[in-house]
């Protein structure tokens, strides 16, 4: 089979290195100067659960993309899928099959839209990982979960064969049958830490210890009520380990939106934040966590832009 990851970043860097330690058929879509920077140094992963150094991986880039892939391994920034649809889709053919890694569910219309909905399966990965000056793809946890499968919920000879693919890699492969609810529970998590640690611009244990349980636990009930309100409630173990992680005493984590905040960078916010919004169908009971937070993230957006184009 053969795979095109497109990116070599923190993600896709490192699902793609892990596939081409299996010895699979993998090509990385990079830009030029990614590609020089891996010419030079190589795919290099560092992870508390295995180091990997890729010699030389093999890259193309988009205008020399000839031939279909069977596989489109997509784990770009959201506000990055539209320029990344255009770079890949000269590798897509009748048989292609595209498995996006994005949160949320808004890029699953655009490439619905693009390719056909039939193409394109579910996913999500539970990892967090970080490229650093170098380039070097940097494991920060214990966790590299990687979950697919058709969003109809049917066993597929083309997902057994992906699984196939998948299986054996080193790390935590897992065909599901049920890969949107999975990916609305994460999605309802993701949402409710993003909210609650960029609009308190704090981690989990600093806004505890400054009393803020209560606003942890409504905003993150809020999120799951969206979900639910979709036809996608969360299951009672994804809630109990959502619930327990937003209120874990001394807890270090922050979303990796505040961490994009904090270092002046562009956020996913239309993609986590605003489009679970546009998704409610009941008007909110009480104040929004959600929305208020929301709202600061785009006057963040907003400061950003103009600073930058004053």
């Known amino acids: 089979m053969r795979i095109l990851v497109v990116g070599a970043g923190a993600i896709g860097g490192y699902f793609g290195?892990?596939?081409?330690?299996?010895n699979r058929d993998v090509t990385f879509l990079v830009r030029e100067r990614r590609a020089a920077q891996l010419r030079e140094t190589g795919l290099v992963?560092?992870?508390?659960?295995?180091?990997?150094?890729?010699?030389?991986p093999p890259v193309v880039q988009s205008s020399q993309l000839r031939q279909p892939f069977d596989l489109i391994l997509l784990s770009c920034k959201a506000y990055d899928l539209g320029s990344a649809i255009d770079s890949f889709a000269p590798a897509v053919g009748?048989?292609?099959?595209?498995?996006?890694?994005?949160?949320?569910?808004?890029?699953?219309?655009?490439l619905d839209a693009r390719f056909g909905a039939d193409a394109v399966l579910g996913g999500l990965c539970l990892i967090s990982t970080a490229l650093d000056k170098d380039g070097r793809i940097l494991h920060l946890n214990h966790s590299h979960g990687l979950t697919f499968g058709e969003r109809s919920g049917r066993r597929t000879e083309r997902a057994e064969a992906i699984f196939a693919q998948i299986n054996g890699a080193p790390f935590d492969g897992r065909l599901s049958d049920h890969i949107l609810?999975?990916?609305?529970?994460?999605?309802?998590?993701?949402?409710?830490?993003a909210g609650?640690?960029?609009?308190?611009?704090?981690?989990?244990?600093?806004?505890?210890?400054?009393?803020?349980?209560?606003?942890?636990?409504l905003i993150y009930e809020e999120c799951a009520q969206i979900a639910a309100d979709n036809g996608f409630p969360p299951g009672n173990q994804s809630r109990q380990i959502s619930l327990s992680t937003m209120t874990a005493a001394g807890s270090p984590l922050t979303a990796s939106m505040l961490r994009d905040i904090e270092s002046?960078?562009?956020t996913e916010v239309d993609q986590?934040?605003?489009?679970?919004l546009l998704r409610r169908k009941a008007p909110a009971t009480g104040p929004s966590l959600l929305a208020m937070a929301h709202l600061h993230v785009e006057a963040y957006e907003a400061r950003r832009r103009r600073e930058q184009h004053p």
């Open 17 to 22: 290195g892990r596939l081409l330690q299996a």
């Open 45 to 56: 992963i560092r992870s508390p659960l295995g180091d990997l150094h890729v010699p030389g």
């Open 94 to 110: 009748p048989g292609t099959t595209v498995l996006p890694l994005l949160n949320g569910m808004k890029h699953l219309d655009a």
């Open 181 to 193: 609810q999975s990916m609305w529970e994460k999605w309802a998590f993701i949402a409710a830490a």
């Open 196 to 217: 609650i640690t960029c609009l308190m611009r704090a981690s989990v244990g600093d806004i505890l210890e400054a009393g803020g349980t209560e606003s942890a636990k």
């Open 264 to 266: 002046h960078g562009r």
């Open 272 to 276: 986590i934040l605003g489009d679970l």
